[in-house]
């Protein structure tokens, strides 16, 4: 069965340090990986899809970056973190066709 | 551009009550509906789906309608449970096939607490 692994849980970090959030997939083969965000009080925003290792699409303007380096590993990264990118960071993946996504457990930012 | 609106939460019932959260979309075109839930210390996943206006979705007892003419899809269920506290995320997604599917847009989520 498929399953997807999101580290870490929490993660508290100073205004202008770098981030990385690691995302990956079990079970599964050249999936579509996406990264998704809720920051306080609004609803869950994509931030970046990717269909295929190397190729990345962004949604929004941003003070973070993505990659996916390998099929199943999508990574979030920041140089200098803002304030603003405090949130709930969520990875999911689905099929190429797929209308049902399947998410990670999420990863809860602070930045101060 | 797509946008989904959900009832302001949070939401507190006594098990055994009924229970609605409201939906409202704007979108162009035929979107497909959903409705996501969060369990404590878990991800995301879909409760269900109506990919087209009239359509119910059903699952777990929760029920929701698209309703094109009033374009809501607001969820519903009978009787509650303890279990069924979550957080409940309305969205959807442009019915344009292929990675669009993934490209999903959500509301902020309904809290809902149920008490024994």
């Known amino acids: 069965s498929q399953t997807i692994h999101q580290w870490p849980a929490t993660l508290v970090q100073p205004v202008g340090s770098p981030l990385s959030l690691e995302c990956t997939v079990e079970g599964t083969s050249n999936p579509n990986l996406y990264w998704y965000r809720q920051a306080a009080g609004r609803g869950l925003q994509l931030l970046f899809y990717s269909v295929g290792i190397g190729q990345i699409s962004s949604e929004v303007p941003q003070n973070l970056s993505a990659s996916r380096p390998q099929d199943r590993q999508f990574i979030l990264s920041s140089k200098k973190l803002l304030l603003s990118d405090s949130g709930f960071y969520l990875c999911?993946?689905?099929?190429?066709?797929?209308?049902?996504?399947?998410f990670g457990s999420g990863t809860q930012l602070s930045v101060l | 551009g797509n946008s989904v609106t959900q009832m302001e939460g949070p939401v507190t019932l006594s098990e055994e009550a009924f229970l609605t959260i409201n939906c409202t979309y704007t979108?162009?075109?035929?979107?497909?509906l959903f409705w996501y839930v969060q369990y404590p210390g878990e991800g995301l996943q879909l409760l269900l789906k109506a990919t087209k206006a009239d359509d119910k979705g059903s699952n777990k007892g929760f029920e929701a309608t698209y309703r094109k003419e009033t374009t809501s899809f607001h969820l519903e269920k009978g009787s509650v449970q303890v279990s069924d506290s979550a957080v409940y995320f309305c969205a959807l997604s442009p019915v344009a096939g292929g990675t669009s599917y993934g490209k999903l847009t959500f509301g902020q989520g309904t809290i809902l607490t149920v008490h024994p």
């Open positions: 979108a162009t075109g035929y979107p497909s």
């Open positions: 999911a993946w689905t099929t190429g066709v797929g209308e049902k996504l399947f």
